[in-house]
């Protein structure tokens, strides 16, 4: 397994501005992956967050609205853009530990109020 | 489009009642994960099921997959309170270790 930290865990923000989240994995890992939960919801992939290339976005996330780095194994971000009140969400992001995933583990997540 | 439901949405069951939840998907995959999640918090994994007829159990909860049916269930024994959570379900897209995740499904567990 692995321990994962987020920074923030939860802000309150106003329209149109942006944040960044943190994620910070205790060791190496291959694979990063960020998700947001809407109120009530389920998750739903944002992107792959790759080591040293571009993230990989899912349909009806782009890269304008939601810039990533990961800059290692160990750390990435999110970025939220010009945030909107439907923005309200829970960030997470996981983890897939080593080359073969057996699961993906998940930080304790960020909750974000846009107002 | 790869969908992935789960049934039922919400559940409210007496301790001590058995009880079944499921999470169909539409497209191929033999990897699928439960996940339980309680209020304000992450998610904790709970099953990692890779192949077909696959069982896994610990304590009261037993997760199956039938990758035939695209089907997997999480069957709850002899209910008690501390399972009030909600359930993921996720599946693996052909194996590129990307999620994409059930609806959910709330238990609650009456006393």
């Known amino acids: 397994s692995a321990v994962i930290s987020q920074k923030p865990s939860r802000d309150i923000c106003q329209r149109g501005t942006s944040l960044t989240i943190q994620c910070q994995v205790d060791?190496?890992?291959?694979?990063m992956f960020w998700y947001r939960q809407q109120p009530g919801q389920s998750l739903t992939l944002i992107a792959t967050a790759n080591q040293g290339s571009e993230a990989t976005y899912e349909s009806g996330f782009v890269i304008d609205k939601f810039p990533i780095s990961r800059p290692n194994l160990t750390f990435s971000t999110l970025t939220v853009s010009n945030m909107s009140p439907e923005d309200s969400s829970i960030y997470l992001c996981?983890?897939?530990?080593?080359?073969?995933?057996?699961?993906?583990?998940f930080g304790p997540g960020t909750r974000l109020t846009v107002l | 489009e790869l969908k992935v439901e789960q049934n039922p949405l919400f559940l409210s069951m007496q301790e001590g009642k058995n009880y079944t939840i499921y999470c169909n998907y539409s497209t191929t995959s033999d990897r699928l994960y439960w996940y339980r999640q309680d209020p304000g918090k992450s998610l904790e994994s709970l099953f990692v099921?890779?192949?077909?007829?696959a069982v896994k159990q610990e304590g009261r909860l037993m997760a199956s997959l039938d990758t035939k049916a695209r089907l997997s269930t999480l069957h709850i024994t002899a209910a008690v309170h501390d399972l009030s959570a909600t359930y993921f379900c996720a599946v693996d897209i052909s194996g590129t270790y990307k999620y994409i995740f059930g609806t959910g499904t709330r238990l609650k567990v009456l006393a």
């Open positions: 099921l890779l192949s077909n007829g």
């Open positions: 060791s190496q890992v291959t694979m």
């Open positions: 996981s983890v897939g530990v080593g080359r073969t995933t057996d699961t993906q583990y």
